[in-house]
């Protein structure tokens, strides 16, 4: 994140246009209220619609389960790759307030749009009173289209609100303060904490609402608290600290990468022995560590290095495409190093798209009933997987980590790498067991001979892959939001956030993928495909067998990544005594995931 002096001078804004241009005292908690406000509102309204929207499609729209995986996979993917464009906006050019109010009217007409799917009988097909959905009429183009709108407009108003809402509120508090430091930790906990209750009540009280309801009232109800929200977000303006765009970190990426394949041809020593000069300047004031010069892709450190006609007169450099800092080149060689181990988590996390997919299609063929008169909705078994997490992480910080401490003598019990390796291991054993009780699903119901291929079997039997999934994210995704913040450098964590999102795109575009192969090979000479739209005929539990195998490739090369990774090295500049470093752990043959 580019920091400028935000504190120094106080105004007021006077309008969208010119808000980026004012400096004011911190706004503090009363501006962060209207951030979380905004943040939490929206994610009520776009999660809230993805945690039943398989439900949706294939009841409302009447679409196969494929089509309508491949729906959600596909716009949940668009939703994580446009963070990416929305963070480089942001920061290069318009400033993240005026990237959050554009992005939180695109959310509301996105909203707005879904609610008239359901509403308006032109805009959604017939109502069918089959007992299989999928063989009524399926939506027609404008209807399909109208749909696709509304969930591109979510998908803009995601990019903008999610990569900047944090920032944005760290904005608010000034860190050359202990306060202001303070405040910052809290709003993180702060921030995390509406998010998992936000994901509870989408999960149980929205979706309740729309399976048991009505779809108008359970669209309408997220639509009516985002435009809340923007009213919300506006009415902070007075109290909030604008930080003017200073360019994308992209930028200073590109720099470095063209200044050393200029200077190519330039022939570095073995070993730094002084003969070489590097550009090495006090860093700036935005930047909170400075990193040490590493030998590790050392093709790199020619961007650096000083020749003849590099630096003007007053010392600095004469062309920015020519001549980097030693800091920015290690902030280049941080990104290199992490891509490895960003990529293998893709697959692990397309083990949990399955949660919002075929999950739900099983469940909406088993007895969902609690007592005589409740039904639990389909959509809403996901909240087991949040259950286990809130259940486990106080277990794992109390008890787990301080028992592997002993043994390890590692301050966190295990290495952020470790804790990741282990998310993979759970997303494997989950998929078996998917796939054991599937197959257990698949012979009741064959066996009971119900028409619409009811399993005289409880939902609660899709406990134990969710409980398991459960355990994954604990590990794996939290560990990843950890390992990209913490090795990447301070100022660059935007960077971070991004990679965790690109993360999520990729594996929903992967998920998309083999849905889309194994429905059209699995077939063939008179046999159904294994995702077939009558469970029954398919063989689901092939399917999650084949993610599972592509789990346990993913895990060896996650090790052979984690095995030679090294941990990122750096002064922290003005709270560290000069020349003490932060720990340098390396993970190499001798220490492998230690």
Not at 406 to 418: D, E, N, V, Y
Not at 458 to 477: D, K
């Amino acid at each position: 994140m580019d920091v400028v002096d935000s504190h120094s001078q106080k105004s007021s804004p006077h309008s969208i246009v010119d808000a980026e241009k004012v400096e004011k005292k911190p706004g503090g908690w009363r501006a962060v209220t209207f951030i979380l406000g905004n943040e939490t509102l929206e994610r009520l309204g776009t999660i809230g619609l993805l945690s039943n929207f398989m439900v949706y499609l294939t009841r409302v729209f009447h679409l196969e389960q494929v089509d309508a995986s491949n729906v959600i996979n596909i716009w949940s993917g668009f939703s994580n790759l446009t963070p990416v464009v929305g963070a480089f906006i942001s920061d290069a050019y318009i400033g993240r307030f005026k990237t959050i109010a554009f992005a939180s009217f695109a959310t509301l007409f996105g909203l707005v749009t879904l609610t008239l799917t359901a509403s308006l009988p032109q805009l959604h097909p017939e109502t069918c009173n089959s007992n299989d959905p999928v063989s009524c009429g399926g939506p027609n183009k404008l209807q399909f289209g109208i749909l696709l709108l509304g969930l591109g407009f979510l998908s803009i108003g995601s990019g903008g609100i999610r990569p900047c809402s944090i920032p944005f509120g760290v904005d608010q508090f000034d860190q050359r303060t202990e306060e202001g430091i303070r405040g910052v930790a809290s709003f993180f906990n702060w921030y995390y904490m509406t998010f998992t209750v936000v994901l509870l009540i989408t999960q149980t009280v929205v979706v309740y609402i729309q399976d048991q309801v009505s779809w108008i009232i359970g669209f309408s109800v997220p639509t009516g608290l985002m435009a809340c929200a923007v009213a919300m977000f506006f009415a902070g303006m007075k109290l909030y600290v604008y930080v003017k765009p200073e360019g994308s970190i992209f930028s200073g990426i590109a720099q470095v990468v063209v200044a050393a394949r200029k200077k190519r041809k330039m022939k570095l020593p073995a070993e730094d022995d002084g003969t070489v000069t590097y550009y090495d300047p006090p860093v700036k004031d935005s930047v909170l560590s400075k990193l040490h010069h590493s030998n590790q892709y050392r093709f790199l450190d020619k961007a650096a290095v000083i020749i003849e006609g590099d630096l003007t007169s007053e010392g600095v450099p004469a062309n920015k495409w020519r001549l980097c800092t030693i800091q920015e080149v290690e902030e280049v060689k941080c990104l290199i190093r992490i891509v490895p181990v960003w990529s293998a988590g893709i697959i692990s996390l397309a083990a949990m798209t399955q949660q919002g997919t075929f999950t739900v299609s099983q469940a909406l063929k088993m007895d969902r009933h609690i007592g005589p008169n409740f039904e639990i909705p389909a959509g809403s078994l996901s909240v087991i997987s949040l259950l286990t997490i809130g259940v486990f992480l106080p277990l794992y910080d109390r008890v787990l980590v301080p028992f592997f401490r002993r043994i390890t003598g590692h301050k966190s019990g295990i290495t952020l790498l470790q804790r990741i390796g282990t998310g993979i291991v759970f997303a494997i054993l989950s998929m078996i067991v998917a796939g054991l009780v599937e197959r257990m699903r698949r012979l009741r119901s064959i066996n009971a001979g119900d028409p619409a291929g009811m399993t005289p079997m409880s939902v609660f039997w899709l406990s134990p892959q969710l409980i398991l999934m459960g355990l994954c994210e604990a590990f794996n995704i939290i560990g990843q939001i950890e390992f990209f913040n913490s090795q990447f450098p301070e100022h660059m964590r935007s960077i971070a956030n991004s990679l965790f999102s690109l993360s999520f795109a990729g594996s929903n575009y992967l998920s998309s993928l083999i849905v889309t192969i194994v429905h059209r090979f699995s077939g063939g000479h008179n046999r159904p495909d294994w995702l077939n739209k009558n469970l029954n005929a398919g063989k689901l539990d092939y399917f999650y067998y084949l993610i599972a195998v592509l789990g346990v490739f993913n895990l060896v090369y996650f090790w052979y990544c984690a095995r030679g990774y090294r941990y990122k090295t750096g002064l922290q500049v003005g709270d560290f005594e000069e020349g003490k470093s932060l720990s340098d752990v390396e993970m190499s043959p001798k220490n492998q995931l230690k």
